[in-house]
């Protein structure tokens, strides 16, 4: 079956949760949705699958107690295949006048892809908050240990200690262990006390919470040492080897050290929001996640006509609200084109989401970001690893230059302007600048947004295809 | 209600570019009272976001008394600003891709002549032997190397910077809605924050300048323009020169960390009036442009793309000089694309008009008087 003539498809950016229920709900009412991953297989990051050739491990090894939900999501989006235009391996690099740029990485080749309607369902990645000697070989984000784990089948270390809060940290942390790897430590810089003062928020979802607890139940029964309300202190390296070798935490007044040769650390999630903004989606502070997000309202219309949001790309709400949120956004899409659609499930829909939120408040009750983290984050840790621009100095651009503004500290100490545009640095130099300025958070704002999402070959950049732009 | 500040001045000044603030700078230097009223960040338009050209070579000779004087003043740039801003002296070569390109460069250096600019001609040989990096298209270019490239983003926030030590009050996020004469003085007003009165006032707005000539029955063919920006990744360093192309196209210099600065190749698109990205089609040109040029780039990476709002007219000339209906009124705007090397020295001579009623540096082809056709 193909597209009508003249027909402009809708697009879906992302394969992950929000990105594959989506598309099931355009193709359910007959539409034929163009579908773009950056990624070489559907799955998103929580259900990411490995390359075929790796594929042998079973999805209870991959996925644990997220096996039933990862199967399913999977074999959803394989009866699609034959409905949808699937773009795997392909990077939405910019966005303008009504076209998507497209690099297919395998072929090296561009695409313009336009659109009429679009869901993008760009996901999240992990928020990073420094320590000193987080730059030495060894040291991974919780996400990246995770895909490692998952998508190419290593570990990040023999003896390995996982720190930062959130729920990726238990669950990574268990994730290695059932791996036979050995746990060092978790160490989280919530307290136990924050857990239990959210406990009640968090028993809006049941099962989530429960999985939760598990991990926890199952690291103390194996004997993986537990320590929360921590303060990490360093990363300790071998100099001359240039190499992790322990990790320093304070745990009240006590300095702690143990040795490990590996070190995944992690607060939590952040939106990847930069297509939205490329977009021209209006963003508002969000105070539950911290950061500034693209607005949208229950069913996940932006403020730009025909644009939808959906998953955790527009807050991070996890995998669940993601597959509703996706179902929503096309339900959204598709009435607001005039097709009738089930307003019970559209009801249904939002209820769950709304629900969501109170457990979601509670999280970030439990795990919430250490809140002295910029007031201890010593002058000469490195903040963007792209540009070498340290705490110290983005210290020294306020009460010098007075900058009170994310795009001005940017300016002028060079923060965020190295290969990944402030997708690393930016959590933590915001951090920073609030808490050098005196500023509430939502007041020194946002990095601005510009084409490439991610670093583009000059030669590809050259020859974009007008593929499908319109004879 | 009446939270509103009131200030009495010697000058007032809207827009903190490199021009207004260089203004604002200049008039404390000569004891002058000044308030300046820019309604984001200094330096965070045109001034901060431009490619960082600092050329004389290839203005038109009518700018080059300014350029001249202008040089002087970059040359003196820490003393001046407290910061050197990235400014290197590393040359700036035009490149000629074909011996029509080379004439005109011929042309120009002996038109130029006057001025000093050392300009050099390079071909042949020579010019494989200095630049191996350079592709074939080049047969050769003019090679300026007093010419270099600064750092916008630090330079033009920094001369606000050294304003306000000299004692110029600037205020930032104060956007000015609304400018009067009363016959006698200036009255402008930034919402229900400030109003400031001053018998002297200085339209430094850039592309957003129009209206306020328009205020004071000067309408002027003012249109804004986007010049396409990117950076690549840092690459190993091979190139201290800035490069233009004769003719136009593109523009690019490396920084001393490694990353290619890249210009040109069309235009940008606004996305509304105060804000402007790079153009699809104009990064397509640019980057096939710069492969052409230094086909080491073909595997090279842009890490960002950009462009910013700035103020061109028709002649490619600025406006810079007195109103010719209202006194104490001077304009300062309209750099078309080449603002950022002359705008210290536009600085001075805004200055100067104000004390003097003139200035030392010849500056009758910027005259408003070129769009407002005298009444028979
Ligand atoms: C590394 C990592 C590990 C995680 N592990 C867990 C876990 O174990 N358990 C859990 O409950 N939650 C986990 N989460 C959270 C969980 O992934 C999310 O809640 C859920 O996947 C959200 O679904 P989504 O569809 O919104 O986004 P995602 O699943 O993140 O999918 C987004 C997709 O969009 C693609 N994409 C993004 N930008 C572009 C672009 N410009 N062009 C083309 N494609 C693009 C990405 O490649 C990705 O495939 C993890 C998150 C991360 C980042
Ligand atoms: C992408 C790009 C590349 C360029 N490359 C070069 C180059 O390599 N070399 C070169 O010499 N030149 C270059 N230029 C030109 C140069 O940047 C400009 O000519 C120069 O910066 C103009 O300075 P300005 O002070 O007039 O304008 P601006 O820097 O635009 O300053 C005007 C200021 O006025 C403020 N303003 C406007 N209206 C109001 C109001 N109502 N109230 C308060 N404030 C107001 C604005 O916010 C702005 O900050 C380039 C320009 C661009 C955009």
Known sequence: MTAAAGEIRPVIVGAGPAGVRAAQALVAHGLQPVVIDEASRAGGQIYRRPPASLSQRSTQTLYGLEARRAVALHIAFDALRERIDYRPDSLVWSAQGGRLDVLHGPTRGTDSV???????????????????????PGVYTLGGAQVALKFQGCAIGRRVVFMGTGPLLYLVAYQYAKAGVDVAAVLDTARLANQIAAAPAMLAQPAVFAKGVYYVGWLRAHGVALHSGVRPLRVL?????????????????????????????????RSETQLADLLGCRFEFAPLHRAHLPVRDAAGRSSVKGVYLAGD???????DAAEWAGERAALALLADQGVAVDTARTAALERRLHKLGGFREGLERAFPLPPDWAAHAPDELVVCRCENVTAGTLRQTVSVNGADEMNRLKALSRVGMGRCQGRMCGVAAAEILAHATGLPLQQVGRLRGQAPIKPIPIHLAATPSLEGAGE | MTGRKTLHTDVAIVGGGIVGASAALALRQMGIGVVLLERDLCGSRSSGVNYGGVRRQGRPLSQLPLAQRAHRIWERLRETIGTDGEYLRSGHFKIARSEADMASLERYRAQSRDFDLGLELISDARLRERCPWLGARAVGGSLCAEDGQANPRLVSPAFALAAQRAGALIFERHKVDEVAHDGRAFMLRSGNALEVHAPALLNCAGAWAGPIATEFGEEVPLQSGHPAMAVTEPLPFFM??????EGGGIYCRQVARGNLVLGGGGKGVALDADRARSDRDAIASLSAQAIELLPTLRHAHFIRTWSGTEGYLPDRQPVLGPSRTTPGLFHGFGFSGAGFQIGPAAGEVLAELVRDGRSSTPIESFSIERFTPTPP
């Open chain 1, 114 to 136: 336009p659109y009429g309607q679009l869901i993008v369902a760009t996901g999240a990645t992990d928020r990073v908050l420094p320590v000193p000697g987080w730059t030495l």
């Open chain 1, 237 to 269: 390296g071998d100099e001359a080897q240039g190499r992790v070798t322990g990790v320093a935490w304070q745990d009240g007044n006590e300095e702690r050290t143990l040795a490990c040769d590996a070190v995944g650390f992690g607060y939590a999630l």
């Open chain 2, 240 to 245: 201290n020169w800035s490069l233009g192309v």
């Open chain 1, 313 to 319: 790309g527009a807050g991070i709400m996890g995998a």
